[in-house]
């Protein structure tokens, strides 16, 4: 299924003091371009207790009232708007939260904001970002509050930028940012990251890379390839500060395939000045809640 086909339903994470703003903005503009409704997703984490049920009746219901009061002019703004909107508050971790909220509503995207490049927020909004891309059931959209600020903001108009990896998640990714370039009317700048093989026999595997995976140029969009030598991450956020894209595409598999806890997902996650979109395989695995649990334990 195309991403197009399924950008009925956006999930937008949202909280209460604007670090999301981010986030809703640019679900607005995916929303507007898809025809696409909005579930405002906002998770009760009750931090300084051992677990959700330890929650006392009367901060919990503090809470939810205070969110739904938030999220009720949310999505007023939202229908004033045209687009459609609808609002769910749940206990529990983020990420599974999100995830149980995409099922319900066969959502094409999961949209979240993250702290920017402040302090130690990149690095543990990155992890939780990371662990809900390698879950979710559709594409995730992670936007820093401070994407639009300074010296980074994106040049207006700015291209559609393709890391372009293989992977189980190549194709989606590629069929993700053809859709995004057509859509928004903007040149699509493909990265390939060489190898050192590559680098070594002076080959440019720009053009092939291209063909294999059918990016090629058209009276739709125009297309360009940059090769850079250097590691996956290092070259993509390199090609970011020189192309100053409006939005970075990266095909993600289901599980790391680098040593450590962490993987490409989410370097690019914790260091991109730019929204990254992580596109997983197209054929998303069920995941249960143990299973799930599972998973954040041993990653």
């Known amino acids: 299924m195309s991403f197009a086909s399924r950008m009925k339903t956006i999930v937008v994470a949202t909280d209460l003091d604007g670090q999301s703003e981010a986030a809703l903005e640019y679900a607005r503009k995916l929303a507007g371009a898809y025809g696409a409704r909005i579930v405002l997703a906002h998770g009760i984490d009750p931090k300084g207790y051992a677990a959700v049920d330890a929650v006392p009746g009367r901060v919990l219901s503090g809470l939810s009232e205070e969110a739904r009061e938030a999220l009720d002019k949310l999505a007023g703004d939202l229908l004033r708007e045209g687009i459609p909107s609808h609002s769910e508050i749940r206990q529990g971790a983020v990420a599974q939260m999100l995830v149980d909220v995409a099922r319900q509503y066969e959502a094409g995207l999961i949209v979240i904001g993250t702290e920017g490049m402040q302090g130690a927020g990149p690095v543990i909004v990155g992890a939780i970002a990371e662990h809900l891309v390698r879950l979710a059931p559709c594409p995730v959209l992670a936007v820093a509050a401070d994407w639009n600020a300074g010296p980074f903001r994106p040049t207006p108009g700015g291209p559609v930028l393709l890391a372009m990896e293989r992977n189980e998640a190549t194709q989606a990714a590629v069929s993700t940012a053809v859709s995004l370039a057509e859509v928004f009317h903007r040149t699509l700048v493909v990265v390939h990251a060489r190898s050192s093989a590559e680098a070594a026999a002076f080959l440019n595997p720009g053009a092939t890379t291209l063909e294999e995976f059918g990016v090629r140029s058209s009276g739709r969009f125009p297309v360009r390839c940059i090769v850079k030598d250097g590691s996956p991450a290092d070259a993509i956020v390199e090609a970011i500060a020189q192309h100053h894209p409006s939005i970075l595409v990266a095909g993600v598999k289901r599980v790391?395939?680098?040593?450590?806890?962490?993987?490409?997902?989410?370097?690019?996650?914790?260091?991109?000045?730019?929204?990254?979109?992580?596109?997983?395989?197209?054929?998303?695995?069920?995941v249960s809640r143990q299973e799930a649990r599972v998973h954040a334990e041993v990653g």
């Open 256 to 286: 790391s395939g680098t040593p450590g806890p962490h993987g490409t997902a989410f370097a690019l996650l914790a260091r991109s000045r730019c929204p990254v979109l992580c596109v997983p395989p197209e054929t998303a695995p069920a």
